[in-house]
């Protein structure tokens, strides 16, 4: 028993590491989905726990910050069994709160007002939830999941060029 918690611990301090350096060994390391509804701003770092929310509208175990969002919204970080008792240590939570830095390997969907948000980039990610809007995207109609329209949000870097990596992940995720 001690042994399997020892384990866990070293995994858990490798995926915080790895996070904050930019460098991981997966591209779920850093996968954030966010959901914003009826005032509240539910973030998942764990796939099956978002569809979870998506199929039943809630999530069994929580990490619920009144008014923390930009707009004064309730955050929800919806999390697993295994990291209820721990909230601190989950890397998108540290994320969120600027203790770490997203990877190259970031990868985020953000669900608002009918649309789907697809991001690389964390700090895009953090303009389209502050101000509503992305300052540069590539959109495809009535190509999400449900018919939604997607939109693929780039930056001053990249705002030239298809995104056609990011679409392609977006596609294999959603499939």
Not at 78 to 94: E, F, H, R, S, Y
Not at 103 to 116: L, S, V
Not at 135 to 160: A, D, H, Q
Request: glycine fraction near 10%.
């Amino acid at each position: 028993m001690l042994k399997k918690i020892y384990t866990l611990l070293a995994t858990m301090l490798m995926l915080s590491a790895c996070a904050s350096t930019g460098s991981s060994s997966s591209s779920d390391d850093m996968s954030i989905y966010e959901v914003h509804k009826k005032g509240r701003i539910h973030v998942f770092y764990d796939r099956k726990e978002f569809k979870s929310f998506m199929k039943v509208g809630e999530t069994t175990f929580r990490l619920t910050r009144i008014g923390a969002g930009p707009k004064g919204e309730t955050m929800e970080f919806g999390l697993t069994k295994k990291d209820k008792k721990k909230p601190g240590k989950v890397a998108a939570i540290k994320l969120y709160d600027g203790k770490i830095k997203a990877g190259d390997d970031f990868y985020a969907e953000m669900y608002k007002n009918g649309r789907i948000y697809v991001f690389n980039n964390f700090k895009d990610m953090e303009t389209v939830r502050n101000f509503g809007h992305p300052n540069y995207f590539y959109m495809s109609v009535g190509t999400g999941p449900k018919g939604e329209t997607v939109v693929y949000v780039l930056n001053s870097k990249n705002k030239k060029k298809k995104p056609v990596g990011l679409i392609d992940e977006f596609k294999s995720r959603n499939s």
